[in-house]
C-alpha cells in the first residue's frame, strides 16, 4: 500500500476503530491457553473492542493464528489484518542459548544467524513480530533476567543489538522474517536489590552513557518495535515517561517505529502512584507516546472517551496508528495477511537440520571454561567396556536445559547430554541410575520441583557415589532450574541447590577427578564448585543441541571459546559487580583485604572470574602491545596490534580484546572500557598479529556539562584474553 492509500484509510476510520489498533489483546481472551505472565485488564473488553483490537500476544501455530486472523479481520470494518507476537527469545522451536550465553560467544555473526533462524521458524508459524532483543545492560546476578541479555558491557551489547536486530528483520517484507522489538526502555537491568520490577535510579550520566547505547544501536540499526519498561526510571514509570520517550527514543535516538508498553504496564502507573485510576494513566502513556498498550484496559476503556473530551489531542491518536499501520504494511500484510498458511510448510522449516546445526554451533561457542587441571578435553580411547567416566547429576538426561521464554512444541527434540555421549558411540561410559534430585521440592515460579522421597533420594546417593568410585573419573552434570531465572526470576543466593552440593562433596570423598558441567541462566558463586572439581564448564541453558554441543566441547571435537559477557562473584555479597567501574579515591589494585582500602573486610574485592575471561584447551601467549604512534588528533587514528600465538598442542579459538583507559578526565572514568574484540583461530605453534583501530570517538564521553567530548590527555590501551590483562601501552590524545 503506498503512503498516500495509508493515509487515506486513517481519515477513513473512526475512533474506535483507531484506538482498537492501539490495543493488544492476550491470546487467552480470543483462544483457549496462550501465554499470561500477569494480570490483564483486557477481561473488562466489550465484544465490539475485541473485535476491533490491532494486535495479539502470546499464541503460537500457524493454522491457530491464520483462524484467528480470519476470524478477526472479518470484524474489523475495514479489514485491517492483525499483528501476532510473541517472546521468540531462544530461538523458536530450535531452541539456541540463551541470550547471556550468546554474548559469551563474542561473536555477533552468530547471534545474527541465531536470530535468523528464529526469524524463519517463527514467521513459518504465522508470527509477525518477537519481542526480542532484550538489551538492559545486567550487572546485578541476583535479578533473573539477566539470562536474556548480551551481558554487562556497553560495546559488547550494541555489538549483539545490532546482530539481533538484523537476524530477525533483514528485509521485512521476506516471508522467513520478523519484526524485532527492542526492550525494556529504559534501564529495566538495574532494579533495586535485583528484584523483578523494583525501581530504578541512575544518574543521567550512566543512563546516556552505559545503558542507552545498546538500545540506540538497535534503533540505528532499522528496529521496527520498542517496548517501555515496568520499572520507574529516576522515579517515572517509563510507560509514562514523555522525556523518556519523546525525547530520548524518538528525537535523540531519531526511532520512528512502534512503541509498545509492557505487559499491563499502562494500568501499572496506577500502583506505581502517578496515576490516580487508569483513565489518568491512559492519558499518560499516549502523551508519553505508547502506541500500543499490552493487555491493559487503559486503552481500551478510556482513550476514546479522553479524545472526545478533549482532554487527548485525536492529532496523538492519528500518529500512532499510523506508525502501527506502516508496521503492517511494511511486513506486507495488507497483501498477505496469512503470511505462511501451510502448516505443511511450516512443519518443514520447523527444526531444520542445517537449524540444528547452527543451534549446536552457537550452543558449543557459548561454553565458558572456567578452569581445567589438564582434565579436559577427556579421553575418548579407553580400552575397557566399564565405566571409566561416570556421568552423574540432575542434567545427565534432563531435557530441560533451554531458557525460560522457550516454548518448544516437541520437549522430546532436545539433545540430553546422555544422548549426545551416547552418539560418540564411545567405550567405558556409564550413566547413574535415576536421576539425582535436583533441587528437592525447591520453589521455582511455576510451581515446586517434585520431592522424591528420602529412600529414593539415599538410594540415588549411594548409587551415584558408587558408580564414581568405581570410574576413573567422573562428570558432575549440575546446575540451577530454568525456571529460577527469567522474568519475576531473582533470587537471593546464587548458588545450587543443597542437594547438589552434597552430591558434589560426597563425590569428591570418592573420586577427585571431577568435571562439573553447570547449567544456569547467571552467573552463580561458584568458589565452593571450583574448588572441588578439577574442571569446570559452563553451560548456561543451551537450548535443543545442548547434550551434542557438551559432547562435542567436552571430548575436544569442538574447542571451548566462550568469555564470560557478565562477571562471576566471588560470593553474593559482592553483587553488584562489574568490570567497568570507576577507580575510587582509595584504590586497591591488589585486591587483597586491606584496611581502609577499597573492598571488604571479609573478602576479596576482585570477582572470581572476571568479564571477557574464558579457558581454553590450549594456551595463547600474547606480545606487547605496540602503536603505530603514540600521539593523535581528532580524525586521525592509531593501530594498535599485538601477536598472539598458540603456545599449546591443541588448536584454539581465542577472543583478543581491546580494552581503553581514561586515566585522568574532567568526570571519573571506569578502569576500563571494553572497545574492540576479534576471534581468531589458531593451529598449534601459529602465531597471528592482530590489530585494532583506535580513533578519537571511542574517546568520548559525557563531559561535566554533559556534552559528549573527548578530552585531550593520556590515555591507555590494554590487549589481551580477559578484561584483567595488563598488557597495555599508552598514547596521547592532542
Ligand atoms: C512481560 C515481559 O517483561 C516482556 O519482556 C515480555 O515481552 C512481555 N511480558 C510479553 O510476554
Known amino acids: 500500500m503506498t503512503q498516500e492509500k495509508l493515509n487515506e484509510l486513517l481519515k477513513d476510520m473512526s475512533l474506535e476503530e483507531k484506538v482498537g489498533q492501539m490495543i493488544q489483546l492476550p491470546a487467552k481472551v480470543l483462544t483457549s491457553g496462550g501465554l499470561v505472565t500477569g494480570p490483564t485488564g483486557t477481561t473488562q473488553l466489550t465484544k465490539e473492542q475485541i473485535g476491533m483490537a490491532g494486535s495479539v500476544l502470546g499464541i503460537k501455530g500457524a493454522e491457530k493464528i491464520c483462524e484467528l486472523q480470519k476470524q478477526q479481520m472479518a470484524k474489523q470494518p475495514h479489514h485491517i489484518p492483525l499483528l501476532f507476537m510473541l517472546d521468540v527469545i531462544n530461538g523458536f522451536e530450535t531452541i539456541f542459548p540463551i541470550p547471556l550465553a550468546l554474548g559469551c560467544t563474542f561473536s555477533p555473526e552468530m547471534a545474527e544467524e541465531a536470530c535468523s533462524v528464529a526469524a524463519a521458524e517463527a514467521a513459518a508459524d504465522g508470527l509477525h513480530v518477537t519481542f526480542s532483543p532484550m538489551l538492559d545492560l545486567v550487572r546485578d546476578a541476583r535479578w533473573g533476567r539477566v539470562m536474556e541479555s548480551p551481558g554487562e558491557d556497553p560495546y559488547l551489547n550494541s555489538e549483539m543489538a545490532r546482530a539481533m536486530v538484523r537476524g530477525y528483520q533483514g528485509d521485512l517484507r521476506e516471508k522467513d522474517k520478523v519484526a524485532a522489538c527492542l526492550k525494556h526502555f529504559a534501564g529495566y537491568g538495574a532494579p ?220 522430546e527434540e532436545t539433545v540430553t547430554i546422555k544422548q549426545g555421549v551416547e552418539a560418540k558411540g564411545l567405550r567405558g561410559m556409564s550413566f547413574a541410575q535415576g536421576s539425582y534430585v535436583m533441587d528437592k521440592g525447591c520453589a521455582t515460579k511455576f510451581g515446586r520441583i517434585p520431592n522424591p522421597s528420602d529412600e529414593q533420594t539415599d538410594q540415588w546417593l549411594s548409587e551415584a557415589v558408587a558408580l564414581a568410585s568405581s570410574s576413573d573419573q567422573v562428570v558432575l552434570c549440575l546446575g540451577e532450574h530454568k525456571d529460577l531465572t527469567g522474568e519475576a526470576g531473582s533470587r537471593t543466593s546464587l548458588g545450587i541447590s543443597e542437594g547438589q552440593m552434597e552430591l558434589l562433596r560426597k563425590v569428591r570423598q570418592v573420586n577427585p577427578n571431577i568435571v562439573t558441567v553447570l547449567f544456569c541462566g547467571r552467573p552463580l558463586a561458584v568458589k565452593e564448585i571450583a574448588e572441588l572439581s578439577r574442571a569446570l564448564l559452563v553451560v548456561w541453558m543451551p537450548g535443543t543441541e545442548g547434550g551434542n554441543a557438551i559432547a562435542d566441547v567436552l571430548f575436544g571435537d569442538r574447542v571451548p571459546q566462550g568469555k564470560l559477557s557478565m562477571t562471576f562473584p566471588r560470593s553474593l555479597g559482592q553483587v553488584p559487580i562489574y568490570y567497568n567501574h570507576f577507580a575510587t579515591g582509595r584504590p586497591n589494585p591488589s585486591h587483597e583485604i586491606h584496611l581502609f582500602r577499597n573492598g571488604y573486610m571479609d573478602e576479596v574485592t576482585a570477582p572470581l572470574y572476571p568479564f571477557g575471561y574464558g579457558l581454553s584447551y590450549t594456551e595463547f601467549a600474547y606480545s606487547e602491545v605496540k602503536l603505530d604512534r603514540r600521539e593523535m588528533k581528532a580524525g586521525e587514528r592509531i593501530t594498535a596490534s599485538v601477536t598472539v600465538t598458540n603456545t599449546g598442542d591443541m588448536s584454539g579459538v581465542e577472543t583478543v580484546q581491546l580494552y581503553l583507559r581514561d586515566p585522568s578526565a574532567s568526570v571519573v572514568r571506569p578502569v576500563r572500557s571494553l572497545k574492540g574484540f576479534q576471534k581468531v583461530s589458531l593451529a598449534p605453534g601459529e602465531s597471528r598479529e592482530v590489530s585494532f583501530s583506535i580513533e578519537e570517538p571511542m574517546l568520548r564521553f559525557y563531559d561535566i556539562d554533559m556534552n559528549y567530548v573527548s578530552e585531550p590527555g593520556r590515555f591507555e590501551a590494554y590487549i589481551g584474553g580477559s578484561s584483567d590483562t595488563e598488557n597495555g601501552a599508552e598514547f596521547v590524545l592532542v
Not at 392 to 400: A, C, F, K, L, Q
Open 192 to 411: 533495586d536489590g535485583g528484584r523483578d520490577y523494583d525501581n530504578v535510579e541512575l544518574s543521567e550520566r550512566t543512563l546516556m552513557e552505559d545503558y542507552l547505547p545498546a538500545y540506540e544501536a538497535a534503533v540505528k540499526e532499522g528496529c521496527r518495535l520498542a517496548m517501555t519498561s515496568f520499572n520507574t526510571l529516576n522515579r517515572i514509570p517509563s510507560s509514562g515517561n514523555k522525556w523518556l520517550l519523546r525525547k530520548i527514543l524518538r528525537e535523540k535516538m531519531g526511532f520512528d517505529g512502534v512503541v509498545i508498553s509492557d505487559y499491563s504496564a499502562v494500568e501499572e502507573m496506577v500502583p506505581h502512584g502517578i496515576a490516580a485510576d487508569v483513565r489518568e494513566a491512559a492519558k499518560l502513556a499516549v502523551e508519553a507516546g505508547v502506541d500500543i498498550d499490552m493487555v491493559s484496559n487503559a486503552y481500551a476503556g478510556h482513550l476514546a472517551e479522553l479524545v472526545r473530551s478533549g482532554e487527548v489531542p485525536e492529532k496523538l491518536v492519528d500518529e500512532a496508528v499510523l506508525r502501527i499501520l506502516t508496521l503492517k504494511n511494511d511486513l506486507g500484510l495488507f497483501e498477505e495477511p496469512f503470511k505462511v498458511v501451510d502448516s505443511a510448510e511450516a512443519g518443514k522449516i520447523l527444526l531444520r537440520e542445517d537449524f540444528r546445526q547452527k543451534a549446536r554451533e552457537a550452543a558449543a561457542a557459548s561454553f565458558v571454561l572456567l578452569k581445567n587441571e589438564g582434565i579436559l578435553p577427556l579421553r575418548k580411547n579407553f580400552q575397557s567396556e566399564e565405566g571409566s567416566i561416570a556421568w552423574i547429576g540432575p542434567y545427565v538426561d534432563n531435557r530441560e536445559i533451554y531458557g525460560a521464554w522457550s516454548f518448544p512444541k516437541r520437549p
